[in-house]
């Protein structure tokens, strides 16, 4: 806790014109048609909640953000440029009390920073704008947030890195579209090309339809994913559960890795994050699953999903939602493995690297699915083009492959579940597998890798002989060290649990913070959310506290 009266000031550097919305609630990640996955009692609380704003904004926002108010509650989805417009109207807020009392909080809109030097010698971060001019602080919290890969997109006709910003996909196409990836990214892909190639109508029994246009005779959309199956769908959650009060503790986490040879078991946060929270709350299910590990619970639950057609299996669990939110109550194992995604990002980063592997190709391709909350609006819209023949989805197993051709557009190489292989030829190709997670080569600050200010994220195998094995089998990820032991290379740089950034020597800086979420996803393996933000920031500025508390200890008068 701060515990001494500080003039702190605060200065924000924002690329864009926008400040407080982000990435997915802004014109950089969404258009009209784009709706959000959460409704106003799953966040955090911020100064006002979603629903009361919208009544203090009645009659004061474009006819384009109209929401019927009589009908709309706290647990509804919004538009997410009206979501945006909500979270930017709650930081100007929270920036007009904080000078109110007194604090400084300066910002700067369209102004990108392109670098970062660590001075240690001085004890500040220099920070390089754009326009070349540079400014020094005491310490830097980074909140660059996502970034696309767009190369790609600049050379080659018909390919697209990522589907945003939305606008570039305001294109009319006569002809089969790939989409890779088949979760909420691709659907907002989905959204935008069907608004560009036809139109929704309700028929007379209240059903939705798709209309193509003319001239989008031959439009149709073809998603192929890994396991060719559809994410599940919005149903009714209880009073977030997703807090603080979830995580295990830090007595848990050490009293576990002293029990298991310095790591953090995954079967032991499977057990206590997940597996126990059904004792009271659903016996019968617990008796069946207490006695399975993760590979056995994951692959209990996929066989459920994988023996049926996937739209079949999407129409059942359409109406499963819709019950469970009419009569509001929640699908306890779906709202568990959530929870169960939020607590274990945290003490990720002490797991062995076995676990690591385990939780990335077993539990989160099925957390992935199960947690992505797809809107019933959306599910509508796949209905509809599905009925009218432009929407499918192809299984195309772990070992596909996208050929780009020079030509334009793409081949898309792949095997069926009959072991038939396939290539097929699209015009036009929008990857749409999510937030890519990047290597610490790809950090946009190159001053903290040339003073080797950040190190490559890794984590130790518990067992030399699984290392070595890996390694014989050409996994290019394990290394090892003079010492003799093995790692595993994850994704992005290596961060301490309060979200700084780590020198190659394994010294944390108590300067620079890391919340770009881009290169933390090696330590941080689901890090979406504004839960995810909210403790985040809480875990950065608790050390920040507790720094500044070091510098300036609190002076004490004689009695």
Partial sequence: MLTLEMAIEVEIFEKTGTIGAGMPYSPEGANAEHITNVSANEIPPLVISADDWLTEMAGKLPERFAVDKENFTRYHVMPRLLFGKYLTHQFETLRKRAEATGKVIQVHRNACVTDLHDL??????????????????????VCSGHRWPHEEEDARKGFFSSPYPPAKLALQLNHPVAIKGSSLTAIDAIRTLARHNGHFEHTDDGKLRFVPARGSEQFKLVMHSRNGLLPAIRFHLREPRLSPDSLLSAEEIEQNR???GGFLSLDFVFDRNFKQGFQK?????????KNMNVEAFVELMMSMRENKEPFELFRQEYQEAEKSIEQRKSIFWKEMLAELSFTMNYPAKYLSAEDMLRLKNVLMPLISIVIAFVPQSSCDELFALHDAGRLDIISVGDKSKVERLKEGGIRYHYADEQGKKHAIRFDTFVDC???????????????????????????????????KKLQQEGNDLVVSNDHGDYFLKVSGITI????????????????????AVPYIGGYNPDYSGLDFCEEASRCIAEKIADVLDAKHPPMHADC
């Fill in 433 to 467: 597998a999510g937030q890519p997670h990047l290597s610490i080569e790809d950090l946009p600050f190159p001053g903290l890798l040339t003073r080797r200010s950040v190190s490559q994220a890794v984590l130790r195998f518990k067992s030399l002989e699984e290392a």
């Fill in 496 to 515: 301490t649990d309060h979200f700084q950034i780590v020198n190659e020597f394994g010294i944390p800086n108590e300067r620079i913070y890391m919340m």
């Fill in 281 to 289: 709350s659903d016996p019968a299910f617990y008796k069946r699953i």
């Fill in 258 to 260: 002293r029990e298991n």
């Fill in 120 to 141: 240690g010698e001085q004890q500040k971060v220099m920070l390089t704008l754009e326009s070349g001019k540079t400014r020094e602080f005491d310490m830097v919290i």
